[in-house]
């Protein structure tokens, strides 16, 4: 532990998933609830950390417990910004609610040397009827600081949050994304030795993202600990010094944040970029034509949320025809991360601008070719035309966002200036000619 800023030891997490249920769908009564029946809540309250011998050895009969986390070891150094990686459901955020003492572990240990502070997806640690001064103040307090420690440092959490003139409005009345800028700001500023974020950083806009980025790694460069967690594969390999990639509970890779988000997208275990609608009634189109689904998929047809930019990307959407008689064309728009329209592509084949479709269900893929696109995520707006209508059945935007990463040791690699600018990245043909030998210039 000598010079470790945190130590996870053989941590496993079983959560009991029957009485967690109940307890959930008890939803806004359950605190009525348990006035009303305090000796039998107070029971089930308890069976949700307890577990019999057979249970935590895997052996009793039961289904319903989960092993959200199994034997899970691994510790930080001060400087570390680390990242943990894994698809929904891994078990991030129960290792990072662990790792700040929200839950306890089934088993295992975890040790922390200094302040935490911590800001999970679940909520901000914000008081909703106190305002945003006295928020930072308690924050402050939480962590062990004293109020001429908080003073020092108020200026720069109210500019970093951009939240001035509200600063002294209970936070209740802040919007979401108001109340994670404050927080990530009193978060960031009040110095700790481990500072953990959980995916919250999806709230902000892009710019208030670049912020936070930037900051955690400052924070890592003044020796303090960072713990991140976000699907911006992008900004994870970017910012991360050492990611740990948990599969099912198990932290199965320990490595370079380059290496370990490789493995997670290549696994086809991440996320997919992927909307379906089931019921034709919700489903956007008219009497026509009717837009069943929208996917981002991999040369292997498979639905992907994050690529690897030397991989070709396919946009698909699938419709239903309803009546014959209409001439659809699809196109789709890709947009930036920051709202800027990249391009827009449709389908050049002239049957599909002038000969009308026979009712049925059609599926329709455009490939994006293999290094064009940025790193960084991406939106698709889908859009289908009625040729002879001229209108638009349906036009939906930001119907999924699907994230381009760099390939690992692709040419960004070597930019020690960091990211090379640019919306696009396309692979162009170079060619450099040694002209002549003898072009002396003469002042
Ligand atoms: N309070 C809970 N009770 C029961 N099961 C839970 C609870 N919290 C999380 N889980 C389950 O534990 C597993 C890991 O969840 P989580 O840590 O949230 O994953 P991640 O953050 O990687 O998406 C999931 O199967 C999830 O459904
Ligand atoms: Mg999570």
């Excluded at 890592?220 to 740990?244: D, E, P, Q, W, Y």
């Excluded at 009717?290 to 996917?295: E, G, K």
């Excluded at 090379?420 to 030998?437: A, D, F, M, N, R």
Aim: aromatic share 6%; proline share 4%.
């Amino acid at each position: 532990m000598a010079n470790k800023t945190l130590q996870v030891e053989d941590v496993s997490k079983l959560y009991r998933i029957g009485n967690a249920s109940d307890l959930e769908r008890q939803g806004s009564n359950r605190f009525l609830n348990m006035l009303q029946r305090p000796l039998t809540n107070y029971r089930k309250y308890r069976s949700l950390y307890r577990f019999t011998e057979a249970e935590r050895s895997g052996t009793a009969e039961s289904n319903d417990v989960l092993w959200a986390l199994r034997n899970v070891s691994f510790s930080v150094e001060p400087g570390e910004v680390m990242a943990l990686v894994g698809a929904n459901g891994a078990g991030k955020s129960t290792l990072l609610k662990i790792i700040s003492r929200i839950t306890p572990p089934t088993m295992g240990r975890v040790t922390v040397r200094g302040r935490v502070s911590c800001l999970l997806e679940v909520g901000t640690g914000f008081h909703p009827e106190l305002t945003g001064r006295e928020n930072i103040y308690m924050n402050g307090t939480i962590l062990g600081m004293r109020k001429r420690e908080v003073d020092a440092r108020f200026d720069d959490i109210v500019e970093f949050s951009g939240v001035g003139k509200f600063i002294d409005t209970p936070t209740k009345r802040f919007s979401s994304g108001m109340n994670v800028r404050l927080a990530f700001a009193v978060m960031a500023h009040l110095e700790p030795e481990l500072l953990i974020v959980d995916e919250v950083l999806a709230v902000g806009d892009a710019e208030f993202q670049r912020k936070c980025l930037n900051t955690m790694s400052d924070v890592g460069k003044h020796g303090k600990t960072v713990l991140f967690v976000s699907h911006n594969m992008a900004a994870v390999t970017r910012l991360c010094t050492r990611g740990i990639l948990i599969r099912d509970g198990e932290a199965v890779m320990d490595g370079s944040a380059a290496d370990v988000v490789h493995a997670h997208l290549t696994h086809g275990s991440s996320e997919v970029a992927e909307r379906e609608w089931a019921d034709i009634n919700e489903a956007p189109g008219d009497d026509a034509v009717r837009l069943r689904a929208v996917r981002v998929v991999s040369d292997s047809g498979a639905p992907i949320g994050a690529i690897e930019s030397d991989k070709a990307i396919g946009l698909q959407m699938t419709y239903d025809v309803l009546e014959p008689g209409h001439v659809l064309s699809p196109y789709f728009t890709v947009v930036s991360d920051a709202g800027t329209d990249l391009f827009t592509t449709i389908d050049p084949d002239p049957a599909a601008g002038e000969v009308a479709r026979k009712p049925g269900r059609y599926t329709s893929t455009a490939w994006v070719p293999a290094n064009l696109l940025a790193e960084g995520s991406h939106y698709l707006r889908v859009v289908m035309r009625s040729v002879q209508a001229k209108h638009r059945p349906f036009t939906e935007r930001d119907v999924v966002a699907f994230t381009v990463v760099d390939a690992e040791g692709g040419a960004a690699s070597s930019w020690w200036e960091g990211k090379p600018s640019g919306i696009i990245k396309p692979q162009l043909e170079w060619g450099t000619e040694y002209v002549q030998p003898d072009m002396v210039i003469e002042g």
